[in-house]
């Protein structure tokens, strides 16, 4: 009887061990069969990116392909303020960030406080500015710079031009935005780049943002660039470009001519003032105009200054203004003084003051 109870013990315990054998099979199988599932979903997730608070960027992962966490922005807030752009995009900055203003070439923007400018134009631009990174600071401090050229051609098909380069180029990221800055049009070009090192085979990127607009003849472009892939921080920095009021030159003067030199437009003017002793319906001997400096100014003329005849009021291409100035037969246009507007040595606008 004993020996009967000690069988069906051992039986008993047999039939255990065998069972927890088929539930841990069973288990790593279901493990395993689960991980290849897994690796198959990682294998199926798209390739597209979420863009972070901070700037950077996430991917979808395994098993549900659903975009990673964006990873937490710690330390204390930093104090900003508000800037509204010409552009109308309103931008939160820090508030130690600097202005950098230059009124003869009406702009401004804003800048962190680490970043020194020197001057930096050369002979293809009027005027730039560039930024020095001290060897001693954080690699990914920012490259900022600006340049104002004169436009070649009219300021519409500079842009187009612009546009149509930035389309093509490959980059891992690349935006092209049509924007204006206050009236003027421009063109926003966001981008990150991927250059391998030509030791070791290592892959950095770079993240670049791009203003191009253009006013009063001139060319403006802006640009911010910094290591890695976050866009933020620069796209701060743009958008704070802005155009200020430049009160213009406003004279009166006698064209004596017009001329074509290097691809560019000028006038010769004699400058005029309005007899103190003229009154409208008077009779003057000495005339409605005096010249009290016969000295003659060479200033050059924009392509798009809007030019104006008088008597009625009527507004004239430059080719027909040429035309009066160039031919040989008489016009009384050549002796009227003409109302002049200079914005940086440039002349904006011929209005002519028709005197009977």
């Not at 991917?59 to 330390?75: K, N, T």
């Not at 130690?96 to 293809?124: A, C, H, L, M, V």
């Not at 006038?267 to 103190?276: H, Q, R, S």
């Not at 001997?285 to 000295?295: A, F, L, R, S």
């Given at each position: 009887?004993?020996?009967?109870?000690?069988k069906?013990?051992?039986s008993?315990?047999?039939?255990?061990i065998?069972?927890v054998?088929?539930?841990?099979g069973?288990?790593?199988?279901?493990?395993?069969?689960?991980?290849?599932?897994n690796?198959?979903?990682?294998?199926?997730?798209t390739?597209?990116?979420k863009?972070?608070p901070?700037?950077?960027?996430?991917?979808?992962?395994?098993?549900?392909?659903?975009?990673?966490?964006?990873?937490?922005?710690?330390?204390?807030?930093?104090?900003?303020?508000?800037?509204?752009?010409?552009?109308?995009?309103?931008?939160?900055i820090?508030?130690?960030?600097?202005?950098?203003?230059?009124?003869?070439?009406?702009?401004?923007?804003?800048?962190?406080?680490?970043?020194?400018?020197?001057?930096s134009?050369?002979?293809?631009n009027?005027?730039?500015?560039s930024?020095?990174?001290?060897?001693?600071?954080?690699?990914?401090?920012?490259?900022?710079?600006?340049?104002?050229?004169?436009?070649?051609?009219?300021?519409?098909q500079?842009?187009?031009?612009?546009?149509?380069?930035?389309?093509?180029?490959a980059?891992?990221?690349?935006?092209?935005?049509?924007?204006?800055?206050?009236?003027?049009?421009?063109?926003?070009?966001?981008?990150?780049r991927?250059?391998v090192?030509?030791?070791?085979?290592?892959?950095?990127?770079?993240?670049t943002?791009?203003?191009?607009?253009?006013?009063?003849?001139?060319?403006?472009?802006?640009y911010?660039s910094?290591?890695?892939?976050?866009?933020?921080?620069?796209d701060?920095?743009?958008?704070?470009?802005?155009?200020?009021?430049i009160?213009?030159?406003?004279?009166?003067?006698?064209?004596k001519?017009?001329?074509?030199?290097?691809?560019?437009?000028?006038?010769?003017?004699?400058?005029?003032?309005l007899?103190?002793?003229?009154?409208?319906?008077?009779?003057?001997?000495?005339?409605?105009?005096?010249?009290?400096?016969?000295?003659?100014?060479?200033i050059?003329v924009?392509?798009?200054?809007?030019?104006?005849?008088?008597?009625?009021?009527?507004?004239?291409?430059?080719?027909k203004?040429?035309?009066?100035?160039?031919?040989?037969?008489?016009?009384?246009?050549?002796?009227?003084?003409?109302?002049?507007?200079i914005?940086?040595?440039i002349?904006?606008?011929?209005?002519?003051?028709?005197?009977?």
């Amino acid at each position: 009887m004993k020996k009967q109870n000690q069988k069906g013990f051992v039986s008993a315990v047999l039939l255990v061990i065998l069972g927890v054998i088929i539930v841990g099979g069973g288990s790593v199988y279901i493990i395993s069969q689960k991980d290849v599932i897994n690796n198959i979903k990682n294998l199926a997730c798209t390739e597209e990116a979420k863009l972070c608070p901070d700037g950077s960027a996430v991917g979808r992962i395994a098993p549900d392909c659903e975009f990673a966490e964006c990873p937490e922005i710690s330390g204390a807030e930093e104090e900003t303020t508000s800037v509204e752009s010409d552009s109308g995009v309103v931008t939160n900055i820090p508030s130690d960030w600097k202005t950098y203003r230059n009124e003869e070439y009406g702009f401004e923007f804003k800048y962190p406080k680490e970043i020194t400018f020197s001057q930096s134009s050369t002979f293809r631009n009027v005027f730039g500015i560039s930024s020095w990174i001290n060897q001693n600071s954080d690699e990914n401090k920012h490259n900022v710079g600006l340049s104002i050229s004169l436009l070649n051609k009219s300021g519409e098909q500079t842009l187009k031009d612009t546009k149509n380069l930035a389309d093509r180029q490959a980059d891992k990221l690349n935006i092209v935005q049509e924007i204006k800055i206050g009236k003027n049009p421009a063109i926003k070009h966001s981008s990150v780049r991927l250059t391998v090192s030509d030791m070791g085979g290592g892959v950095s990127s770079t993240a670049t943002v791009a203003l191009s607009t253009f006013k009063n003849n001139y060319l403006y472009s802006f640009y911010c660039s910094q290591n890695g892939d976050n866009l933020e921080s620069c796209d701060k920095i743009i958008s704070t470009f802005k155009f200020i009021d430049i009160e213009p030159e406003k004279h009166t003067g006698l064209i004596k001519k017009v001329y074509e030199k290097d691809g560019k437009i000028y006038l010769d003017i004699d400058y005029v003032e309005l007899n103190p002793h003229f009154y409208p319906g008077g009779n003057c001997e000495e005339g409605v105009y005096q010249n009290n400096n016969p000295k003659i100014r060479t200033i050059e003329v924009s392509p798009d200054a809007e030019i104006f005849l008088d008597a009625p009021l009527t507004s004239i291409t430059f080719l027909k203004f040429q035309e009066i100035f160039t031919s040989d037969s008489y016009s009384i246009h050549k002796s009227n003084p003409w109302k002049i507007i200079i914005i940086n040595n440039i002349i904006i606008n011929l209005t002519e003051k028709f005197v009977s």
